[in-house]
């Protein structure tokens, strides 16, 4: 059975860090774009990284070049989000999702991209 779980999300306080993880089940990563998205209440889905495998490029949204930082372990079948100087205005539920190899579409809400997982829930609150 194809799947995501994503897993790290929590309280913190803005500047502070947070590590998103996002475990594959049923593939491997190796022929896959994934892509981290989030999606704040009352706002569209709304990309916030993708790794492409046809290239090994990585993308990064503008609000949070920078700070984040996506990698990936194939030997666990998982990829991350290293969340750095977090704002409110990251506060979101991130999901993560797969598209064949190429990143298309990410930066666009994701509508391309399926295995969507259950999210996890970050809040950036004083």
């Known amino acids: 059975q194809v799947q995501f779980v994503e897993s790290g999300g929590g309280l913190v306080q803005p500047g502070g860090s947070l590590r998103l993880s996002c475990a594959a089940s049923g593939f491997t990563l190796d022929y896959y774009a994934i892509g981290w998205f989030r999606q704040a209440p009352g706002k569209e889905r709304e990309g916030v990284s993708c790794f492409s495998s046809s290239d090994g490029s990585t993308y990064y949204a503008d609000s949070v070049k920078g700070r984040f930082t996506m990698s990936r372990d194939n030997a666990k079948n998982t990829v991350y989000l290293q969340m750095n100087s977090l704002k409110p205005e990251d506060t979101a539920v991130y999901y993560c999702?797969?598209?064949?190899?190429?990143?298309?579409?990410w930066g666009t809400g994701g509508d391309s991209f399926g295995s969507w997982g259950q999210g996890t829930q970050v809040t950036v609150s004083s």
């Open positions: 999702a797969r598209r064949p190899f190429r990143c298309g579409g």
